[in-house]
């Protein structure tokens, strides 16, 4: 199984594009978590919303690592809006579960393809006045 290479990377539309690439562990997850946060924590000082974008299509799952490690993170980490896409259906469920075990499911939503997610990503929010 591939190891993981994970990357996080400014989009120029306003948002985080963060890129899940192999087979994940605690440690994998909690060092993108840590790019994440530095990131959130430099929008946050310049009064911009933090909003992320998630591919999940070339991560082939979670164990109870990654999960940890994913729920530390959305625990911690102070966004506005996260979207998440990806085929892999376990993994949506899972990830929907913690969501809405965090109450975040209302900023954090699952998506089966980029073009959803990132509609619902960027679309206007007329409280917060983000999005095209």
């Known amino acids: 199984m591939e190891q993981a290479k994970n990357s996080v990377v400014w989009q120029p539309e306003g948002y985080a594009l963060v890129t899940l690439t192999g087979k994940q562990t605690f440690m994998s997850m909690d060092a993108l978590a840590k790019e994440c946060e530095d990131m959130a924590e430099k929008l946050s000082a310049q009064g911009?919303?933090?909003?992320?974008?998630?591919?999940?299509?070339?991560?082939?799952?979670?164990?109870a690592g990654t999960n940890k490690a994913v729920l530390k993170a959305l625990e911690e980490i102070k966004y506005d809006r996260i979207a998440l896409f990806g085929e892999n259906i376990a993994l949506a469920e899972v990830t929907k579960a913690?969501?809405?075990?965090?109450?975040?499911?209302?900023?954090?939503k699952v998506f089966k393809t980029r073009d959803e997610a990132l509609a619902w990503l960027l679309m206007k929010d007329p409280v917060h006045g983000y999005g095209g």
């Open 48 to 63: 911009k919303p933090l909003l992320g974008l998630v591919d999940f299509t070339q991560d082939p799952g979670f164990d």
């Open 98 to 108: 913690v969501v809405a075990a965090l109450g975040k499911d209302d900023r954090t």
